[in-house]
């Protein structure tokens, strides 16, 4: 008899921690599957939005996104409390901070009497995703609790410890390449200019601040030594505006096919942080994401970036002045295609041995093989 697996999410398409985390693999699970969605990608988009919008369009976004939640997770809640599932999986919260006592009821009512594995990449205590009530449900009822780093799991009560496991978030789409083919296309553009990429959230466009000049100085070093120009793509949900005189920027709005063929077209993937306590909860998946196609990577020393990279497949860059910073790692990477070939060739070998999908589905199809309850 096939298992019956329920899969919580925030929206199945658009919300990154939801499909990279859980959707791109339930494609391969066995069993009777139900994705139980909170937002439609319509709404979701115009919640994301929002910010972009008057104070009081604002608020009436916020207000019918925050009812629409609550009544799928209420719908869903009961369906599956009819259903039985044998599996449910949360992908960080059923639902905003402010949870209804009603839903909390039915939250427990549901996660009391069935397998629970709950799932975060982020710090969704800080940036308040998550109710102190329902963490405290999830942290008793989860059978495992499921994330990205040492971090995070520091935010589990001592005595929940013990159910966490770590499982960093990779990538599964962007295969498929022909890696000599794809290794030769950005050899070949290299000889004429020098791609960055960048991919992410508005709410992190602001990392930005922290690098923009040293940016546009490797653009002017790279246009005075080899004659090329610099182009920094910005794959978002916003747009970048900086004033720079060498440095390109391009902005392109994000969608995962676009994503996954600006990686493809680039030369060195990016990740910059500012250091505080949002950052240190991050999973590194941008960094991730350019590995996983050979695509040599510079990061800012912070939190789990320091376990992405390493001294082969490319530069961690740190404010202490000891550290290499942004301008040398970009121009020691790019200064010849022999070398970038081997900084690519590095970040390949590693995405495969620390990062791979394969693992991390392996790892689901064990945990849905488990009958724990």
């Known amino acids: 008899m096939k298992k019956k697996i329920s899969i919580y999410v925030r929206n199945k398409k658009i919300t990154p921690s939801s499909y990279y985390r859980i959707i791109q693999y339930s494609v391969f699970f066995d069993g009777d599957i139900k994705i139980r969605e909170n937002s439609p990608s319509k709404i979701y988009k115009k919640q994301l939005n929002s910010q972009s919008l008057n104070f009081f369009r604002r608020i009436l976004v916020g207000v019918f996104y925050y009812i629409i939640l609550v009544v799928r997770t209420s719908f869903s809640l009961c369906k599956d ?6 599996y449910v999986i949360v992908s960080k919260s059923f639902c905003p901070k402010h949870t209804p006592a009603f839903l909390n009821f039915l939250i427990k009512k549901l996660v009391e009497t069935t397998t629970v594995y709950w799932d975060y990449d982020d710090n969704i205590f800080l940036n308040k995703e998550i109710s102190k009530k329902q963490a405290k449900i999830l ?7 499921i994330v990205t780093n040492d971090f995070l799991k520091g935010f589990i009560d001592d005595k929940y410890k013990d159910k966490v496991i770590l499982m960093p978030t990779t990538d599964g789409d962007l295969q498929g390449f022909n ?10 553009a290299l000889k004429k ?3 960055i990429v960048w991919v992410g959230t508005s709410s992190n466009l602001k990392n930005f601040d922290i690098i923009i000049n040293e940016l546009e100085k490797v653009a002017e070093l790279v246009q005075e030594q080899y004659k090329k120009r610099t182009i920094l793509t910005i794959v978002c949900n916003a747009k ?3 004033k720079t005189n060498f440095l390109e920027i391009r902005n392109i709005e994000w969608d995962r096919e676009v994503s996954k063929k600006e990686i493809y077209a680039a030369h060195i993937g990016i990740m910059p942080l500012i250091q505080n306590n949002y950052s240190l909860g991050k999973g590194g998946f941008k960094l991730v994401q350019y590995i996983s196609t050979g695509l040599p990577v510079v990061g800012s020393g912070v939190g789990y970036n320091n376990e992405v990279i390493d001294l082969n497949c490319g530069y961690i860059v740190d404010d202490n002045l000891t550290s290499i910073h942004w301008i040398d790692a970009i121009l020691k ?4 295609p022999l070398i970038w070939e081997t900084y690519s060739d590095a970040a390949y070998s590693r995405w495969k041995q620390k990062f791979s999908f394969e693992t991390n589905l392996l790892s689901w199809k064990e945990l849905l093989s488990r009958n724990e309850v």
């Open 81 to 86: 409390l009819i259903w039985k599932p044998d």
């Open 139 to 145: 942290m008793k009822y989860s059978n495992k609790i």
């Open 179 to 188: 890696s000599t083919e794809l290794k030769k296309s950005r050899k070949s």
């Open 193 to 195: 200019e020098v791609r």
């Open 240 to 242: 970048l505006i900086k």
């Open 333 to 336: 990477i790019i200064e010849s």
